[in-house]
């Protein structure tokens, strides 16, 4: 027989786990929640479970040793990272880079973006329960993967650009595959904004849902499509100029409402820019050396510099202290996804657990990253 | 509000001689601050009515003492500002956790990696290693490092 309370209870708060090893969270991210009844009142992400020490490494290793690990922080757009890195140690150390490799440096990271907004496109509709669309976006996504594997030997861990340019020369058989790309990833535009962008579905579970504002946003530092979507015009493709984004002709998407609609809205809408960017750098690929000349081991002068490039989640920066030899003395790397992540602590308190799901998707991070 | 307004308020709060201009171009930020750890509450303060960002915070180490590193950056183009605090070993630093909220994970992340603490913060606790660690790795004196430098032969007068 069941016993009678004398009171009821009113009120019980708990806690739950989500993870780490939680398909929706895109690596080994641990979500501890307090909860009352289904709305959550506390968020703690807890990172560190991906922690290799790749800021420690790099204090032991010449610059160029390091070089495999850049990619290997955000393996989703690791050429960013790969030509983060190189750059900045280009900066730092005055190498010149001949005009063929960057070209060559900002159509590959393009691809890279694009093919990192895809698979976040793919598995974020797959996360909200919609299955098909992930088939679309990694179908195309592995035509990205092959052109980019054919030139630099990999996949997704790209170790592809050198100081002071980059390993190997494109042919006309990737000029000619990337131009049949963006006009086949055209052709099926509408079928993607047909599937998803009005689906009714998704746009409940979107619309109005995680709104990062853009003093929520300045408060934790956010940046990338979670800060556009707030409405702040600010990409460093844009604010500091690198690499020949200068010469390019780009828009950078911003949203109004700043929910994860808006950003799901903000990076397909760079898709369509990247492919732009893509379009004209081919076109202008100037023929030429892709290796400048640059000493065999860099040793940048004594001092430290601080180099910034637009990764696919945001603003990714690369603090480097010279100690003038051939190794650094110290490199700090600024994660775009560390202060996006960081931003949950405050936007989940008040929302539902099934919201969970949408506003970590619509972020879009990669653990990795932030964990280092 | 604007990176130059910034500029005017760093000047109340530390000395003008510590404040420099650097070229953006080759060194990423366009003012190297070199300030005390009684005076980064109030940069912070200045830093947030002014429209900027935190963008991270470093450590480094050497052998005489910790130097961490903040960055703080605006939305216009140049305004990325490093502030660098000579913290001595077993110091501590006070917190801009209270300005900044981002400050809350980078702070408890030189925490973890440097074993700075910073007063006052909410939560100071491990953010990347496991929480029963008992090191420190970004250290010197911890693993394998290629050389141990003095502050000076980093950021000294490279003519001296």
Request: charged share 25%; aromatic share 10%.
């Amino acid at each position: 027989m069941a016993t009678q309370l004398p009171e009821p209870i009113i009120e019980q708060t708990y806690y739950l786990n989500m993870g780490p090893q939680h398909p929706s969270t895109h690596g080994v991210l641990r979500l501890f929640l307090k909860l009352d009844g289904e709305y959550i009142i506390e968020a703690d992400p807890i990172i560190g479970y991906g922690h290799r020490g790749h800021e420690k490494m790099a204090e032991s290793h010449l610059y160029e040793q390091f070089l495999p690990n850049a990619s290997r922080m955000d393996y989703l757009s690791g050429l960013i990272f790969n030509h983060g890195y190189v750059a900045a140690i280009e900066k730092m150390a005055g190498i010149e880079v001949p005009p063929r490799a960057e070209y060559i440096r900002v159509i590959c990271a393009e691809l890279n973006r694009i093919s990192s907004h895809l698979l976040w496109f793919g598995t974020y509709i797959m996360d909200l329960g919609g299955f098909t669309p992930f088939l679309y976006a990694f179908d195309d996504r592995e035509i990205i993967l092959d052109i980019l594997d054919r030139v630099t030997g990999s996949r997704l861990t790209y170790s592809y650009c050198r100081v002071g340019g980059v390993a190997k020369d494109v042919d006309d058989e990737f000029i000619a595959a990337t131009r049949g790309f963006i006009q086949r990833l055209r052709s099926r535009w509408e079928d993607y904004h047909n599937l998803v962008t009005k689906n009714v579905i998704f746009i409940h579970r979107t619309k109005g849902v995680g709104v990062i504002n853009r003093e929520i946003a300045l408060r934790f530092g956010c940046s990338g499509p979670v800060l556009r979507a707030a409405g702040v015009v600010y990409d460093i493709r844009r604010v500091e100029p690198y690499s020949v984004y200068p010469d390019l002709q780009f828009e950078i998407p911003t949203g109004t409402a700043g929910d994860a609609f808006d950003r799901y809205m903000v990076r397909l809408q760079e898709i369509e820019q990247s492919l732009r960017i893509i379009e004209q750098a081919l076109e202008r690929l100037p023929e030429g050396p892709i290796r400048g000349r640059a000493p065999r081991n860099v040793r940048p002068p004594r001092g430290d510099s601080y180099f910034a490039v637009e990764a696919a989640r945001g603003a990714l920066g690369f603090y480097i202290v010279s100690d003038g030899t051939r190794y650094p003395y110290r490199l700090k790397v600024r994660a775009p996804s560390f202060g996006n992540l960081q931003v949950l602590t405050e936007m989940l308190p008040g929302t539902l657990v099934a919201d969970t799901i949408s506003i970590l998707g619509s972020i879009d991070i990669v653990v990795p990253e932030i964990d280092r | 509000m604007s990176f130059d307004d910034f500029r005017e308020e760093l000047r109340k709060v530390v000395d003008p001689a510590a404040i420099r201009a650097s070229d953006h171009g080759i060194k990423g930020y366009s003012l190297e601050v070199t300030a005390r750890s009684d005076q980064v509450g109030r940069i912070a303060r200045a830093a947030r009515d002014t429209d900027l960002f935190l963008e991270a915070i470093s450590g480094v180490d050497f052998t005489d003492c910790f130097q961490v590193v903040y960055f703080f950056n605006g939305f216009g183009a140049g305004s990325r500002v490093q502030v660098r605090v000579k913290v001595n070993k077993g110091e501590s630093l006070p917190t801009i956790s209270t300005v900044y909220d981002a400050a809350l994970w980078h702070e408890r992340e030189v925490f973890d990696l440097f074993g700075i603490a910073f007063d006052n913060h909410p939560n100071l606790r491990r953010l990347l290693l496991p929480e029963d660690a008992d090191f420190h790795p970004l250290r010197k004196d911890f693993g394998k490092v290629h050389a141990v430098r003095s502050t000076d032969e980093i950021y000294g007068d490279p003519t001296a």
